[in-house]
């Protein structure tokens, strides 16, 4: 059964830094894009980051690009997320995917997400 727990998800203060970590069991990791996406209350979700199969191809939205860093370790089945320099406005559930395909199409697999709170 393919698995995406994610965790590291906390309250923090507004320029503070947090890092989230994806464990991925139950497939090929290495065959699969992540990403990472997140979701406020009232709101749609939205794409964060993106990680190619090898971790050489990036990409980020634009909200967070500068601010955020993601990478993945291909010997441990984990996908990353360094947030720095964070906002109120990145308060979300955040959420790993796994996907086959780089950009096409919806994410294979998801996890159940993390909690992020920023204070003001």
């Known amino acids: 059964q393919v698995q995406l727990v994610e965790s590291g998800g906390g309250v923090v203060q507004a320029g503070g830094s947090l890092r989230l970590s994806c464990t991925a069991s139950?497939?090929?990791?290495?065959?699969?894009?992540m990403a990472w996406f997140r979701q406020a209350p009232g709101k749609e979700r939205e794409f964060v980051a993106r990680i190619s199969w090898s971790g050489r191809g990036l990409k980020y939205g634009d909200s967070v690009k500068g601010r955020f860093t993601i990478s993945r370790d291909n010997n441990k089945n984990t996908v990353n997320l360094q947030m720095n320099s964070l906002k109120p406005e990145d308060t979300a559930v955040y959420y790993c995917a796994a996907r086959r395909q780089l950009d096409l199409g919806s994410p294979d697999y998801w996890g159940q997400g993390t909690q992020v709170t920023v204070s003001s």
């Open positions: 139950g497939l090929t990791f290495g065959n699969y894009a």
